[in-house]
């Protein structure tokens, strides 16, 4: 994994940008620690950070390809679990390979199919070529999203990266904000419209789609998209195919030739992901694999029930520890530390986001990268098999609302009368955007077509948010993160499962459950969904609380004129009225608070102008 950038503009002297060009790959140095390059040749400059993970002395960016008189030029962040399958088709065209590198292997597919290369590809990437013949530069990502790509396109070139704040260090890119972007920010984050970079002009290549730039104008083409098929298979038959799926997808996953290890809650997803990867080490005679889960400090006494944490994790944990031998490590959080990671995860996020959800995971992938430097985690199963009790909640399934947020009322009590005044026409019309888009089969029951919605809606809005999140707190350590539920081959088929087999026995995510039993812990297929653990201590809120109140007093906030004082306060005094949460599963009171934190941090250090 790696961090990458480029600037297209056959006007600009790049000689004449050393400093730029330096300001934006050093911007890029936590994504990839290990080396660096840039590439100048009129039009285009290109910079390339590397995390190297596979053919670590041979796998140097940007890399260059010669064929006769054209030179192609990539510059790649991801990975390819299909690596071998295309060198091979590639090989049999005649094409030869000095590296074992899947940078290669994308380049020289490249050269050989143009801008259908991406149709052949299986993996998590976003990536760059320069094509010296056309004198065109192809962008493309993958087909999830799992690995960003930004861009800012103005009369005369483009500018693409990684991140945000990559294309911040130059300086035709104004940090501006909008009343679109203050609508993101404050109606619908931490989530963001896809294509949308939050700041006025910087947009994002979607997933699934690829462009040509051929010095005056961006071509796009979705190359990717959800398509509903009938499922002529059985329940039994489903079970066995989703069952193959996973465990390709994960042992596919499982080649590095950098230490490796898995995420581990104790719940089916991570449980599924450690079972397979130690069933694969050990018929491969490898060494037991390493697992890592998180906690906080004092959690076991202040953990609380909800609907949406019904149980803590280190109830079961222990239990897939036993069962695969592994070489567990349980990873502590400090309050003090996970407050203060706050405003380090507005850093690495490029904007503000999921709070201590964001700032704890960014602690611990900081802990991990000191033994490993690739994990495997469970991302994406409730999205993609209907793990979430909005899934099952009727009440819920129906209203015409995004289920993680399902009432603006909660935000609204925080801001000042009048301010964005159109905020819920903005919400809503996203929201119904998304349904419509959604393909049915005239076959589907009203429940199944509902329930293709309600995937789009998770597909393209709620997973997108955690990905986005998984991402940049990983990157930021220089640790890489794959997400083997999130094989599009995995999305296509669960997109496709009638609900009463995908729920099959009444139960979230019934299908994997079936899939694996047997095979896990009884206790492990039967637990009821839990999330990502947060911190139930009461000190974090305390945190929280004060420093919210000295932004509340701060006329020179940025926050001060968007605001409401008493709605604030009310949260501060009240935290026990905030009945549902402000966005997904966990972020109730304390969450709210530090998203104030976060938005006030981000509008300081970006100084950002709102137009």
Same mark, same amino acid.
Request: aromatic share 12%.
């Given at each position: ?147 960003? &790509? ?38 619908i984050g931490p989530g963001r419209t896809l294509g949308q970079g939050v700041y006025k002009n910087i947009g994002e290549l979607l997933p699934g789609e690829c462009a040509f730039y051929d010095g005056t104008k961006l071509y796009r083409r979705k190359y990717f998209r959800l398509t509903a098929r009938e499922h002529t298979a059985d329940a039994q038959q489903s ?299 009461? &000190? ?72």
């Amino acid at each position: 994994m790696c961090g990458i950038a480029g600037w297209f503009d056959g006007s600009v002297d790049f000689a004449q940008h050393r400093k730029t060009v330096g300001a934006m790959s050093a911007s890029l140095g936590r994504r990839g620690p290990d080396d660096g390059g840039i590439y100048v040749s009129s039009p285009v400059c290109m910079i390339h950070r590397r995390l190297a993970v596979i053919d670590v002395e041979n796998g140097r960016q940007p890399m260059t390809k010669v064929e006769g008189k054209r030179a192609c030029t990539i510059v790649y962040n991801g990975e390819l679990y299909n690596t071998s399958e295309i060198r091979e088709e590639l090989a049999s065209y005649g094409y030869e390979f000095s590296t074992r590198s899947d940078t290669e292997v994308v380049l020289t597919a490249y050269m050989c199919w143009g801008g259908n290369c991406v149709e052949k590809l299986n993996g998590i990437f976003a990536f760059a070529i320069y094509d010296s013949k056309s004198r065109n530069m192809f962008i493309a990502r993958d087909r999830i999203g799992v690995k960003p &790509l930004f861009f800012y396109e103005y009369d005369k070139g483009i500018i693409f990266a990684s991140e945000i704040n990559c294309l911040l260090q130059n300086p035709l890119v104004r940090p501006v904000v909008d009343e679109q972007g203050l609508s993101e920010l404050f109606l619908i984050g931490p989530g963001r419209t896809l294509g949308q970079g939050v700041y006025k002009n910087i947009g994002e290549l979607l997933p699934g789609e690829c462009a040509f730039y051929d010095g005056t104008k961006l071509y796009r083409r979705k190359y990717f998209r959800l398509t509903a098929r009938e499922h002529t298979a059985d329940a039994q038959q489903s079970i066995k195919e989703v069952r193959e799926l996973l465990i390709d997808s994960i042992e596919r996953q499982l080649v590095s030739d950098v230490p490796l290890c898995c995420f581990l809650s104790g719940g089916l997803d991570s449980s599924i992901i450690s079972y397979t990867a130690s069933e694969y080490n050990k018929r491969n005679g490898l060494k037991a694999i390493d697992t890592y889960s998180i906690d906080y400090e004092e959690n076991d006494r202040y953990f609380q029930k909800s609907l949406f944490q019904p149980t803590p994790d280190s109830d079961f944990i222990g239990v897939m520890v036993d069962d695969i031998g592994s070489h567990h490590h349980s990873v502590i959080i400090n309050n003090y530390d996970l407050f203060n990671a706050l405003k380090l995860a507005v850093d690495a996020r490029d904007l503000p986001g999921m709070t201590d959800v964001d700032a704890s995971l960014l602690l611990f992938c900081d802990k991990i990268k000191e033994d490993f430097t690739v994990a495997l985690s469970g991302e994406c199963a409730d999205e993609l098999f209907g793990g979430y009790p909005w899934y099952h909640n009727r009440n819920i399934l129906f209203e015409e609302s995004f289920p993680w947020s399902r009432s603006l009322d909660i935000r609204r009590s925080i801001l000042k009368n009048g301010f964005l005044p159109s905020g819920e026409e903005y919400v809503r019309q996203k929201y119904l955007d998304t349904c419509t888009a959604t393909e049915k089969l005239p076959t589907d029951s009203p429940l199944d077509a509902r329930m293709r919605e309600m995937f789009s809606l998770n597909f393209y809005w709620f997973m997108q948010t955690l990905l986005d999140r998984k991402d940049r707190m990983s990157m930021y350590n220089g640790l890489e993160v794959r997400v083997p539920f999130c094989d599009y081959r995995i999305a296509e088929y669960a997109f496709n499962l009638p609900w009463n087999i995908k729920a099959i026995n009444g139960r979230e995510k019934g299908i994997v459950r079936e899939a694996f039993r047997g095979l896990l812990p009884d206790s492990i297929i039967d637990r009821k969904k839990s999330p990502y653990p947060k911190t139930h201590n009461p &000190l974090y809120f305390e945190l929280c609380a004060s420093a919210v109140t000295e932004i509340l007093n701060d006329k020179t906030s940025p926050l001060y004129s968007i605001l409401d004082k008493n709605g604030v306060e009310e949260i501060i005094q009240h935290p026990e009225k905030i009945s549902s949460p402000w966005y997904g599963q966990l972020m109730r009171a304390p969450q709210i608070l530090a998203y104030i934190i976060q938005l006030d941090y981000w509008f300081r250090k970006n100084s950002v102008e709102i137009v």
